[in-house]
T-cell receptor, first 112, second 116 residues
Framework: QQQVKQSPQSLIVQKGGISIINCAYE??????FPWYQQFPGKGPALLIA?????SEKKEGRFTISFNKSAKQFSLHIMDSQPGDSATYFC???????????FGAGTTVTVRA | GAGVSQTPSNKVTEKGKYVELRCDPI?????LYWYRQSLGQGPEFLIY????????DSGLPNDRFFAVRPEGSVSTLKIQRTERGDSAVYLC??????????????FGPGTRLTVL
């Protein structure tokens, strides 16, 4: 069964808008939460990642917010650009575990 | 510096046939992973190699699936008696070290397998 639940399945945002993707998990052993970006015909590429010792991590226009008590984390894409149009996957892994458990993905379309 | 490469990029086969999918990891990466991505889903773990040995093959769906990495570099995923349900994109990833997912996994573009 899927260990990480991701929503929405797809979203459309205007250029300059904010894209928000949410993920939830049940396994309390998870302590590494990366986000991957995938363009058509390409493999996923690491975008940004967070450990549970912080509640937020920002890299450029991309921010992860993490709520340990709720077992939820989210990706915010600020000032969305057409080049951000891609499928985004959240993932999770346990301490010293090499397996990544992925969400089902969110297809983001940024309209110019 | 080349990334992870996978061949072929597309493979169409008939039900019951045998297929091999190849992965060339980033040079020097000791850890190699295979994932399967079905349509509309995230990648699902299949197998993990540390060097030449399969450290964890718990994600392989059944005994029709097998993978090797004889010299600790190139890996081949082998599927016997293919079934239509095997149709998916097979992704390979490598990382400089194994043991923990925070050692970034670099993914190849995948092989799209279609079983008719």
């Amino acid at each position: 069964q899927q260990q990480v639940k991701q929503s929405p399945q797809s979203l459309i945002v205007q250029k300059g808008g904010i894209s928000i993707i949410n993920c939830a998990y049940e396994n309390t052993a998870f302590d590494y939460f990366p986000w991957y970006q995938q363009f058509p015909g390409k493999g996923p590429a690491l975008l940004i990642a967070i450990r549970p010792d912080v509640s937020e991590k920002k890299e450029g226009r991309f921010t992860i917010s993490f709520n340990k008590s709720a077992k939820q984390f989210s990706l915010h894409i600020m000032d969305s650009q057409p080049g951000d149009s891609a499928t985004y996957f959240c993932a999770a892994s346990g301490s010293n575990d090499y397996k990544l458990s992925f969400g089902a993905g969110t297809t983001v379309t940024v309209r110019a | 510096g080349a990334g992870v490469s996978q061949t072929p990029s597309n493979k169409v086969t008939e039900k019951g046939k045998y297929v091999e999918l190849r992965c060339d990891p980033i040079s020097g990466h000791t850890a190699l992973y295979w994932y399967r991505q079905s349509l509309g889903q995230g990648p699902e773990f299949l197998i993990y190699f540390q060097g030449t040995g399969a450290a964890d093959d718990s994600g392989l769906p059944n005994d029709r699936f097998f993978a090797v990495r004889p010299e600790g570099s190139v890996s081949t995923l082998k599927i016997q008696r293919t079934e239509r349900g095997d149709s998916a994109v097979y992704l390979c990833a490598s990382s400089s070290f194994g043991g923990a997912a925070y050692n970034e996994q670099f993914f190849g573009p995948g092989t799209r397998l279609t079983v008719l």
